[in-house]
């Protein structure tokens, strides 16, 4: 039986590639990310159109994914930020999993400082992709310290290295998708142990699948919200679904600037 969430949010999906979108009965906030001009140009419309929909509020995002840090994209990325019409920056980050990637990284650390520099400026959240880079976190949580909100999407690192994020007064919100479900024990010991205010959900739809899986759809937030209730409540057994739900979505609402 599905708990009575009063509501869901999804910290970091893709849109273009999770169409179609149905409405969610009760209040949905998502933010989606794009990353080159023609994702972000279908992005935009689509953003518009489901946002005419009831319970529905999707924000558009942009960023120089490290996976493909198209540094050309940076004078592009400025005028939507100057132009209000994203309210986040990201993906961001670094990607050091696969050889292709590590040598790559002359161009994720040029955008990654571009985009350090862009989100402090406009004071907007940025979203962070970060696989076997935690050290570069911290080497530059300073720069962090001054980005108004960071998402740190699919969070692999321990609830240490979260906490010491924090104490490095990052404003740091840690997001938590589909490895919970698979057990993964990093993403488990985070959601059991963290503040219940830094905490976030999300899909990466349509991307983060689990064995078996092909895709996944911006509808599987509830089955993430069911899992990580479920492990949540192992340390708050007399919080309800509902006040689990309310505090995961004012996070999202306080972490990406909504009033």
């Not at 739809?205 to 509808?219: D, I, R, V």
């Not at 689990?244 to 996070?251: G, H, I, L, W, Y």
Request: hydrophobic content about 40%; overall charge negative; charged content about 25%.
């Amino acid at each position: 039986m599905m708990l009575a969430f009063s509501s869901f949010s999804d910290a970091h999906f893709h849109l273009v590639y999770s169409a179609p979108f149905q409405a969610f009965s009760v209040p949905y906030y998502a933010a989606t990310c794009a990353h080159d001009r023609e994702e972000f140009l279908k992005q935009e419309a689509l953003v518009s159109k489901y946002n005419s929909m009831q319970n529905t509020l999707i924000l558009s995002a942009f960023g120089m994914h490290p996976q493909m840090p198209l540094t050309e994209n940076a004078d592009f990325m400025e005028m939507l930020l100057r132009e209000k019409r994203i309210r986040a920056i990201g993906e961001s980050g670094f990607d050091l999993f696969t050889k292709e990637f590590k040598e790559d990284i002359a161009r994720q650390e040029t955008a990654w400082n571009i985009e350090l520099e862009l989100a402090a400026s406009y004071n907007v959240p940025l979203v962070i992709h970060c696989r076997k880079a935690i050290d570069r976190m911290f080497r530059d949580s300073g720069k962090l310290a001054k980005i108004r909100a960071v998402v740190f999407h699919s969070f692999a690192g321990s609830p240490a290295d979260a906490r010491s994020l924090l104490r490095r007064e990052v404003n740091s919100y840690f997001s938590f998708g589909k490895p919970l479900i698979g057990g993964d024990k990093s993403a488990i010991a985070c959601v059991k142990e963290l503040d219940a205010d830094r905490l976030l959900m999300e899909t990466d739809a349509p991307y983060q699948t689990l064995k078996g899986e092909k895709s996944t759809s911006a509808g599987e937030i509830a089955r993430v919200y069911e899992k990580a209730f479920e492990i949540r409540g192992e340390g708050s057994p007399n919080q309800s679904a509902e006040d689990f739900s309310a505090q995961t979505c004012a996070n999202f609402r306080t972490a990406y600037g909504i009033a």
